[in-house]
């Protein structure tokens, strides 16, 4: 399940800790951090380096690319070690992470001061403060800031199969119950960075198809984790209540996911949790089911090749802000069955397209909006810093603008819409319940803020009076020393005298070796008092330097001390107002989504879909919106169809006919795609659009093998169509390419006809079948609710030119040597292939095959066109020619005689 392997395969550092005799100190207390980590690589603090021993340092060498050295030994071996800086180990956690690795962060606990006083032998005191893991990540630089982070876990009790799932930097946490078949689509879904499972279920044939889709991406834990009992415990404990009814009816399956969710947290972050909104139940009826084949054909989130750019939510992604990027990915992938919400949805794009005013505000407002929920995660973590202040301080500037941007103007002819007038109102209850830590906020932070809150000087003028004391006694040190320094010149004589600080001696007096006898001379310098010697100088101090030092440096740490309470008290003034904070950040995102398809709308000319409960799909003049956006920047356009499998249409299921090349996977991927914009809430790419609720959509467009689970490319589209023959509904909408195109013709035609009969028979689906098996259209005349429409072509000139169009009627060719001409095979390989064609098309097709194949005349003019030709009479007789030695006489004479060599040989 893991990436990384066992310790005891390579040097088995827990068994070390057992015979710890020999051992350093140091050694001892590694050896006994990593018996309690084993699965995990330590990162342990030495100064200003992470260093990893032992099996890890292997791990991480080869995984980072950085050098494998040795430090001492143990057991009579050399230790094998690697490090990395801290102040860059966030790029190498990073690639740690990606490659499947879990890192355990073990940190100095205590000043190395504190440790000697203990003994010169004394180890600092360390432990890990926090595991790192694909699914606990808060750090900006190890997340996609437009993509949730989710870590989830599968929970089963009576039977019954429940996902839970969080994202720990937005507070995100959420249940639902589904049966076995429904498992793997959710799982899609949400797709998540790790997903917990329970050691007993490590062989459930429900969970095989989750464990060949996630691989790596799952993490085994004890059962005991996922006990149902232990889970409401936690959970009771985390939201502070005596019973879960408050949150909703939960099934043990869903505490079981919760629970193991949140005992993970525990033990990765160390007992600190997140903050985490109540666990919310999500319907699965409320929401069309997609599964991960489907997803990766229309290439949704990411393409076939795994890249965001040319997916469909590149195309469409028009947000301002991160909390906006994830939200409009989360509605993307989680398209609506509810009318009422989808036409909510669709009145408020339909508003903000209208209102330009509006929407101009709106975005101005968001363009200036910071990603908070990220923010906030890291200070209740505390991993953030002042800089994380300033992020919710100006994110609540801003978010608390957006409900007068939104307000009515005299350009507007309609009321507000009540998904919009729903956010703004909650937008305007929260500024009156965060107005103090607002407030707080902008009062009590600088402009400009440090990283890290040890730096100090976050804590603007004025706010706090001892701290602006503090301040001046140290900012004004410097002066203080540059008038000592003159001083002291001007008493000892010796004008080359300095007053310096260095991190060993502190502040000091430093003259040069010249200068000795000159200070022991004066009256001042035989007060000085002598710290250190060196080639060229001497280094000494004094009463009143020591004093002046001691004052210094006791304002700077009072100062740091002060501004370290203030950072804390906001921090916990944080925490109190997590859950409407998020709340906050919940609603930005929702507008931003809003405001970004409602300019998607007017930008790319999207119409609104009429979604209806019936069964209808009538798309008029549809477009691709991928592949439409990608001739726009080459300045093309692109060729619209329209598309109906209503009852009272053509037919509920259409074959879709023509030549490669022509169109048909493009036009079967746009109808689905355009169902699922209609039903996440977006206008559509089509002149018109009518939508009955689609409940699932199932795509088998193109195929590829599965070599690493032992399927060919044959057996993965077999195994891809049977999901679809078996769960498919009246209400689904299914797009199938070419089914049957892996095996023998007659085989292939055989299942895709008896495919074709079980879609409109049984699953009476919404359907487009494209096929290249010309014979398949004859069902059109034999069944009801087919009909036939093709791809339109044009010949010219002995090649054929693609018009794109789709038109009722049934394709007689496909075309095939064309294309192949387009792609440039050999000539004497497509004019054999024109003979073979003609030869199948007449008569017995077996016969005509098997004479051909007999005869191989490809292979014979093959060898007929690389034996060298023999050389005519009239060729050697111009090789034996000396051409510069003829005179025009004997040059007339040599045509005579060429002729008539020609002539004899005719």
Known sequence: MSAMENPQELHDAAALSHATGGATPMMAQYLKIKEAHQDYLLFYRMGDFYELFFDDAVKASAALDIALTKRGKHLEADI??????????????????????????????????????????????????????PGTLTEDQLLSARRHNYLAAIGKAAGLYAVAWTDITDGTFMTAQVDARALMPLIARIAPAELLVADNLGEDPALEPVRQELGDRITLIARLKADPDAGERLLKRQFAVSALEGFGIF??????????????????QKGRLPSLRPPRQQAQSGIMLIDAATRRNLEICETLSGTH??????????????????????WLQSPLTDAARINGRLEAVDFLAACEDVRARVRGVLRRLPDMSRAMARLLLGRGG??????????????????????????????????????????TAAQGEL??????????????????????????????????????????????????????????????????????????????????????????????????????????????????ATRIADAAERALALELGLHEEMVVAIQAASGVLSDVAQCVAQIDVLSALSTLAVERGFARPVI???????????????????????AQGFVANSCDLSADGPGRLWLVTGPNMAGKSTFLRQNALIAILAQMGSFVPAAAARVGLVDRLFSRVGAADDLARGRSTFMVEMVETAAILNQATERSLVILDEIGRGTATYDGLSIAWATVERLNHVNRSRALFATHYHELTTLAQRLDGIANVTVRVREWQGGIVFLHEVLQGAADRSYGVQVARLAGLPDDVLKRAQEVLRALEQGDTGRRAKTLLDDLPLFSQLATAAAPARSSVVEERLRALAADELTPKAALDLVYELKRLVDQVG
């Not at 994110?395 to 009540?418: E, N, T």
């Not at 004008?495 to 502190?506: A, E, Y």
Request: glycine share 6%.
């Open 386 to 427: 002042p800089r994380d202040l300033g992020v919710v301080r100006d994110a609540l500037v801003h978010a608390f603008a957006i409900p007068d941007a939104l307000a009515s103007s005299p350009q507007m002819l309609r009321p507000v819409p009540a998904d919009i007038a729903s956010l703004a109102a909650r937008l």
């Open 251 to 268: 099934s043990r399956a869903e505490i079981s996911a919760a629970g193991a969710v949140l005992s993970y947290l525990e033990l990765t």
């Open 80 to 133: 094998p070690m690697c490090g990395v800086p801290v102040h860059s180990a966030e790029s190498y956690l990073l690639t740690l992470i990606r490659k499947n690795f879990k890192v355990a962060i073990c940190e100095q606990t205590e000043d190395p001061a504190e440790a000697r006083k203990r003994g010169s032998k004394s180890v600092v005191a360390r432990e890990v403060v926090r595991v790192v893991t």
């Open 435 to 548: 107005r103090a830590i607002h407030e707080t906020l902008v009062r009590s932070l600088s402009a400009e803020l440090p990283l890290l809150a040890r730096d100090g000087g976050f804590i603007a003028v004025g706010v706090h009076a001892e701290l602006d004391t503090l301040r001046r006694l140290r900012d004004d040190a410097r002066l203080v020393i540059i008038d000592l320094e003159a001083r002291l010149r001007a008493e000892t004589g010796i004008g080359s005298l300095k007053v310096k600080h260095n991190n060993v001696l502190g502040y000091h007096i430093e003259i040069t070796s010249a200068n000795a006898e000159k200070l022991k001379a004066s009256e001042t310098g035989r007060s000085f008092i002598h710290r250190q010697t060196t080639a060229q100088a001497q280094r000494h101090t004094n009463v009143e330097l020591s004093e002046l």
């Open 612 to 634: 209806s409960e019936g069964l209808e799909f009538r798309i008029d003049r549809g477009r691709h919106p991928v592949v439409e956006a990608a001739l726009a920047r080459q």
């Open 309 to 330: 750019e040319g997916s469909l939510l590149s195309t469409i992604d028009m947000t301002l802000t991160a909390p906006g990027g994830r939200e409009i990915t989360e």
